[in-house]
């Protein structure tokens, strides 16, 4: 068990209030002793203060309370890139991925009007950080429309709304510029933090499209449209994140400008149309895009392990011989990232210290590129996780925490919060 020790409770909360640019000698600050620190190679035991919910390796003035960390392993919290917040009794949703050890959530689709339900008790220090795109861009009929129209019926006012506000309210579908042009305005009113396209089969895109009925919701954008969202995105200083599935939607993508591919290309199928390239993985690393792992989504469990010996491993070693940054993500609604990170130790494509990176260095600040986290050093948020075990020597021991801290606040997945 960890002893703590309080010494002065009130000026602890007001301490953790707020993050701010460390200083060399805070006036006040808690101590964790006794710790294994993560600094992103191996585990160093080390003694770290908090102060005004940021890192000191200097010890403050005056200690007001001591925490023993007795040995236990600690981490940069964990991250979900690829996530869709559907359902709006989102207390369930933060206790789960608080659980988990997930403080930075990146949603690659929603309403502004879930948003809006959500977002009250989001983005502080009892819950996680998030992100979302908002209303992703696809063809009439495209992917994920047929998702929303299969989705069992919403009660009362809920059901009339996606009935009636479909596009522009949850998805936007357009063939033209000049449908892109009717919706912008009403995209950016509802302050999306990156911009979302969907390419599928992009290659046959032509033949989908005019036969819209046989192939509703297997299809996506016209990758054409790709360069120009992008344009207007980056204009507005938004990224771009891309819905993919074979390797020409990847291709399209990442020549279309993208910033940031959702998933990796893999499906059921001929294993050819999935496959990169080195001159794909080269590409990619020349337009600095990043990639998305979220292998669970599939669901299918003898899919996933066919997946994974051949599309997933040519693909993932591609992605790593040209070093294009691969990230966490599971994209399965009602769950966290923590099984997509098992799956990914099963398959043997990564040692456990490449994907304890993966997960709390790379994946968070990819998220969250203008701050200070993933890293346990001074001046970054004073945001960990205590493990009882070392994830090096096995990857299961992040399932094991024994400590949260956000932002200097000690954080208790099971609290009410309101």
Not at 101 to 130: C, E, H, T
Not at 248 to 265: E, K, M, S, T, Y
Request: aromatic share 8%; hydrophobic share 45%; charged share 20%.
């Amino acid at each position: 068990m960890f002893v703590i020790k309080y010494v002065a409770v009130a000026m602890l909360l007001a301490a953790c209030a707020s993050v701010q640019q460390t200083t060399p000698a805070p006036a006040h600050g808690v101590e964790y002793r006794g710790g294994l620190w993560f600094d992103g190679n191996r585990f160093s035991p080390r003694t770290m203060y908090v102060a005004d919910g940021v890192f000191h390796s200097s010890r403050p003035q005056q200690v007001d309370s001591v925490v023993d960390l007795h040995g236990g392993y600690v981490v940069p919290p964990f991250s979900d890139a690829h996530q869709h917040l559907i359902d709006p009794r989102i207390d369930m949703t933060i206790r789960a991925f608080l659980s988990d050890g997930i403080f930075y959530v990146k949603d690659q689709g929603n309403a502004p009007v879930m948003r809006r339900m959500i977002d009250p008790l989001l983005n502080r220090p009892s819950s996680f950080d998030y992100i979302s795109a908002n209303q992703g861009w696809t063809s009439p009929g495209g992917h994920p429309v047929e998702v929303i129209k299969r989705a069992p019926p919403m009660p009362g006012p809920m059901m009339a709304f996606v009935r009636d506000s479909l596009d522009p309210g949850i998805v936007n579908q357009v063939d033209t510029k000049a449908d892109i042009d009717r919706r912008w305005a009403y995209f950016l009113a509802g302050k999306p933090d990156f911009v979302k396209v969907y390419l599928l089969t992009s290659e046959d895109y032509a033949r989908r499209r005019s036969e819209a009925l046989r192939f509703e919701g297997n299809r996506g954008i016209d990758p054409a449209l790709v360069p120009y969202i992008v344009e207007r995105a980056h204009a507005a200083g938004l990224q771009v994140s891309a819905h993919v599935y074979t390797a020409a939607d990847f291709r399209a993508a990442v020549n279309g400008g993208v910033d940031q591919i959702a998933h990796l290309p893999g499906g059921k199928g001929a294993d050819s149309i999935y496959m990169l390239t080195d001159a794909d993985g080269a590409n990619a690393a020349a337009h600095h895009v990043t990639v998305i792992t979220t292998l669970t989504q599939h669901q299918d469990s003898a899919l996933i392990y066919r997946i994974l010996r051949t599309q997933s491993a040519n693909n993932i070693n591609v992605l790593r011989r040209h070093n294009v940054p691969i990230l966490i993500g599971s994209d399965v609604m009602g769950a966290t990232a923590a099984p997509e990170v098992a799956l990914l130790a099963q398959s043997g494509l990564f040692t456990n210290l490449e994907l304890l990176r993966m997960w709390s260095v790379t994946t968070p600040q990819a998220i969250f590129p203008n701050r200070r986290i993933g890293v346990l050093a001074d001046g970054y948020e004073a945001s960990f996780l205590v493990l009882r075990a070392d994830p090096i020597a096995d990857i299961a021991a992040t399932r094991s925490i024994a400590m949260r801290v956000k932002q200097g606040v000690f954080v208790d997945p099971a609290a009410k919060r309101r």
